[in-house]
Nanobody, 130 residues
């Protein structure tokens, strides 16, 4: 059974940075895609970024939600089934619980909606406050 564990959340001032990690266990695929999502209180879960991990390539295609493009960077270590989310220039609208999950389509990033992802982790809290 595939499981994800997110870590790295915390409190940061506006304009600051955080790096989140997503570690998968129970994975047997060589090619797969991992997505990051976030959910603020009272809001729907929002797609943040997705990365396509391929065993035969050292470069990975990445995709971002409009609200984080240019500020967040997703990366990954294919062999270790781990993905990262580098968050820079954090804004007051970024606080949420951040989750990772795998794309049900396999190694291609689908649209960044929860419908296309599965095996959600427990999330890690990000707070932006001065």
């Amino acid at each position: 059974q595939v499981q994800f564990v997110e870590s790295g959340g915390g409190l940061v001032q506006p304009g600051g940075s955080l790096r989140l990690s997503c570690a998968a266990s129970g994975f047997t695929l060589k090619d797969y895609a991992i997505g990051w999502f976030r959910q603020a209180p009272g809001k729907e879960r929002e797609g943040v970024a997705c990365i396509e991990m391929r065993d035969d390539s050292s470069t990975h295609s990445t995709y971002y939600g409009d609200s984080v493009a240019g500020r967040f960077t997703i990366s990954g270590d294919n062999a270790k089934y781990t993905a990262f989310l580098q968050m820079n220039s954090l804004k007051p609208e970024d606080p949420a619980v951040y989750y990772c999950a795998t794309a049900v389509w396999g190694s291609t990033c689908p649209p960044l909606t929860t419908h296309y992802f599965a095996a959600w982790g427990q999330g890690t809290q990000v707070t932006v406050s001065s």
